[in-house]
């Protein structure tokens, strides 16, 4: 009994040491996605509050915890993509690219639910923030 224990604890260990050091120097993607999702929840519940909408926990959570999880599979794909394209690129563009599109669509979520708890009435759209310059362009008039 004591081998087979051994033996799992050595295939446990084996695998968290993989997956530590293909996630190590990701962390601060993971953290920022974390840090973005609470954001959004919070606001999110805000505005359902200005809006008089009935906040279900369970569903909020269960929809946090989601975004969580696609959040880790666009920072995993985001990095196979680095290793796979980089090489050839020498730089990760395919990779930042992508995460650079992702994590604007959860910035974008994030500030249209303040607006909407604050009562502003526009919308951010995080797409012309990137063409343009000024602030202003950036706000369009929510309908």
Known sequence: MTETNNLFQAAVA??????????????PWLVLGLVLVLVD????????RVRGEEIRLSRAW??????????LCWVTVAELMSRTFAVSLGAPVVSMTMLFIIYGIEISSCV???F????VRKRFNFWKFINRKDIEDVLEEKE
Do not use: P, Q, W
């Open 14 to 27: 084996s695998a968290g040491t993989l997956i530590t050091s293909f996630y190590s120097h990701l962390a």
């Open 41 to 48: 929840l919070r606001y999110g519940v805000l505005a359902a």
């Open 62 to 71: 269960r929809r946090t915890i989601n975004k969580m999880i696609d959040y």
């Open 112 to 114: 249209n639910n303040y």
């Open 116 to 119: 909407e708890y604050k009562g």
